[in-house]
Nanobody, 114 residues
Framework: QVQLVESGGGLVQAGGSLALSCKASRSLFNLNVGWYRQALGKQRELVASVISGGYTNYADSVKGRFTISRDNGKNTVDLQMNNLKPEDTAVYFC?????????WGQGTQVTVSS
């Protein structure tokens, strides 16, 4: 199964930007990939995804602020987050649908201060 490692989380003020990156242990070609997040005390929710054909999907709460991209040559899935809000504070997890199984990264904390 593909292994995923996130990086790029941290602390930022409201209105600021952060870029998350997810590095895969092998090619992401033909895999559906994306990002979820889980805030303290809440369920994990889909933030953004991109299927193998390139179609992207975003949660309504991040449309126009977040951009997901994939680089099949570098085996990475990136999430550019702009105009961050305190409600974006969460642990962000990348995922990859590797056949019938979903692989997860370990998560990276994003904290947005008001």
């Amino acid at each position: 199964q593909v292994q995923l490692v996130e990086s790029g989380g941290g602390l930022v003020q409201a209105g600021g930007s952060l870029a998350l990156s997810c590095k895969a242990s092998r090619s992401l070609f033909n895999l559906n990939v994306g990002w979820y997040r889980q805030a303290l005390g809440k369920q994990r929710e889909l933030v953004a995804s991109v299927i193998s054909g390139g179609y992207t999907n975003y949660a309504d709460s991040v449309k126009g602020r977040f951009t997901i991209s994939r680089d099949n040559g570098k085996n990475t899935v990136d999430l550019q987050m702009n105009n961050l809000k305190p409600e974006d504070t969460a642990v962000y997890f990348c995922f990859g649908d590797d056949g019938p199984r979903r692989a997860w990264g370990q998560g990276t904390q994003v904290t947005v201060s008001s």
